[in-house]
């Protein structure tokens, strides 16, 4: 409401408040921020910006922040995350037993440490590490883990220059990436001071780094390629295979030889699973460390990520700390020092209880889905779809094949990211198709609009992320919603909607908000240059 902007709503509910003095017991109460006050017995105001005096009962505090919590939108309709929202009762119950340890405590808890290094050992075999070489960490996503891969490169490239005699500082460091990289890659370049090229991206590459493109970037003081499997605006994997063959040709021009690090948040638990033939991973020797989010398609709970080295070798020995404590020595290669160990639980709880098969029947459906939704989105008329896991490869007759059968489609995430046609927009024009996120958010979708990376801002996608918990009733409802939204946009497009909904450009949340373009922009020190 427009009046809220000028008028402060604390000092108009205070000025609305009667004497509060209670006149019976002469005890001051102010009934308005005692929930259920007649139940409990207490008399004491909740402050909101300090700390109470006296502490508040427990029934009290769990009533307010459970009943204040219910504002927020409900996780399993926030079509907008990749990171998993739910786990089976079992899976909780083991998490709420263990709520109470430390993971860096690894004497004091060995079994739960040697439940992290099993985990390790399985994502290695997954990722077909050689002869089960691998060296990794559980990290608290994969923001946490792409920034130690980023420093592993990083100590290496410096290592090499050092003893070939040249200079690290002149002109320094750079890292190569797709202009769609995740904001966790471009911080990386910011805060460990590494020049970040963006790779531009265009509609002909489907909005992901093309390695031709890429290669052109690289120099001497590249200190490795962040290659992503798995757009966060579209859900296209880059092809790390034809990175690595262009770095081999240039190695042999050059002898500069540039290593690889694949961002895998969401690729890494989906390609091994859904497309078992497709090349990524350690199989590809210039492929140095991997990183993947066990809280997207791992399906644990929020809170787990994961880095993995090729091996011991390729991660710099001046990061791994030695613990001494309790006489033994442990090992930490981390940038947390204490970390719950519920969330690395989760994950073993649904490696051993999904097992390939199940995390293969998960991958496949929630592709088919994906796939059913391009399709509906596609046939309406109204849409146009950028995500690609629904167009057939060119593999033999169609019809020998079903929605089960991932590798007979384009490799990719099972995201659907859609626009209005241009037919639609043409006939359209003043329609904002910001106006469909804000609609499906009256029904409690969360779907998120906003524009494709530089140099591609100015077309906008709406994006649905499909999870193991969106069942095929869920994806019915949706698709009915997204018609009646888009229906009625077009049936009450007049102004009194545009009042209603704020005439005029949209404000979009973009990773890259208008603030960060500016800051970006603005910042000589910055690190992301389109190169
Ligand atoms: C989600 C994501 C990240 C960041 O991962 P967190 O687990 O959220 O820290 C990095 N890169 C890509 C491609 C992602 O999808």
Redesign the pocket.
């Known amino acids: 409401m427009a009046l809220g902007r000028h008028i402060d709503v604390d000092k108009l509910m205070g000025e609305c408040k009667d004497h509060r003095a209670y006149k019976h017991s002469h005890e001051e109460v102010d009934m308005v921020d005692i929930p259920y006050a007649s139940r409990y017995d207490h008399k004491q105001e909740v402050p909101r910006y300090r700390m109470p005096q006296d502490g508040v009962g427990a029934d009290v505090v769990y009533q307010i922040l459970h009943d204040e919590l219910m504002l927020d939108g409900n996780p399993n309709m926030n079509l907008a995350s990749?990171?998993h929202t739910w786990v089976p009762p079992q899976c909780e119950k083991l998490m709420m037993e263990n709520l109470n340890k430390n993971l860096v405590d690894q004497d004091e808890y060995p079994a739960a440490q040697d439940i992290h290094d099993r985990c390790i050992s399985m994502i290695s075999h997954l990722w077909h590490s050689p002869a089960g070489s691998s060296i990794g960490t559980a990290?608290?996503?994969?923001?946490?883990?792409?920034m130690l891969g980023g420093l592993a490169l990083k100590r290496k490239w410096q290592e090499r220059m050092k003893k070939a005699g040249k200079d690290i500082h002149n002109p320094g460091p750079n890292i190569v990436m797709g202009a769609e990289?995740?904001?966790?890659?471009e911080k990386f370049a910011r805060y460990f001071e590494v020049e970040g090229r963006l790779v531009p991206v265009t509609k002909e590459s489907n909005y992901v780094m093309d390695p031709k493109e890429a290669i052109k970037c690289v120099d001497e003081n590249t200190i490795g390629i962040f290659v992503?499997?798995?757009?966060?605006y579209t859900g296209v994997f880059e092809n790390v295979q034809e990175m690595s063959d262009l770095l081999d040709e240039y190695e042999k021009k050059t002898g500069v030889s540039i290593p690889i690090h694949v961002?895998?948040?969401?690729?890494g638990f989906v390609a091994p699973f859904a497309y078992p033939d497709y090349v990524w991973d350690f199989k590809i020797p210039r492929v140095h460390s991997i990183?993947?989010?066990?809280?997207?398609y791992g399906l644990s709970t929020?809170g787990?990520?994961w880095i993995i080295w090729r091996t011991p070798d390729h991660l710099p020995k001046d990061l791994i700390f030695e613990l001494h404590y309790l006489g033994e020595t442990d090992y930490s290669f981390n940038l947390n020092f204490s970390r719950p160990a519920h969330p690395i639980l989760s994950q073993m709880f649904n490696f051993l209880n999904l097992g390939f098969e199940g995390y293969r029947r998960v991958n496949h459906n929630d592709l088919a889905k994906a796939r059913i939704l391009s399709r509906a989105l596609e046939g309406s008329g109204y849409f146009t779809i950028l995500s690609n896991v629904h167009i057939p490869k060119a593999v033999g007759e169609r019809g020998n094949w079903g929605d089960g059968d991932a590798e007979y489609y384009m490799e990719g995430l099972p995201v659907v990211s859609f626009r209005f046609t241009d037919e639609f927009r043409k006939q359209n024009p003043n329609l904002q198709q910001s106006w469909t996120q804000s609609q499906l958010r009256n029904y409690g979708w969360i779907v998120p609009n906003y524009p494709l990376p530089p140099a591609c801002e100015d077309v906008e996608i709406l994006r649905v992320v499909i999870r193991e918990s969106f069942s095929g009733d869920l994806l019915r409802k949706l698709v009915e919603d997204i018609l009646a939204t888009t229906e009625s946009l077009l049936k009450d497009q007049g102004p009194s909607y545009q009042m209603s909904h704020g005439a005029g450009k949209p404000k979009s949340k973009a990773k890259h908000s208008e603030l960060d373009k500016k800051a970006i922009a603005g910042n000589h020190n910055s690190n992301a240059n389109v190169c």
């Open positions: 990749f990171v990290t608290t996503g994969s923001s946490e883990a792409i990289a995740q904001v966790a890659l992503i499997l798995g757009s966060t961002d895998g948040a969401s690729g990183n993947a989010s066990g809280h997207k929020v787990v990520g």
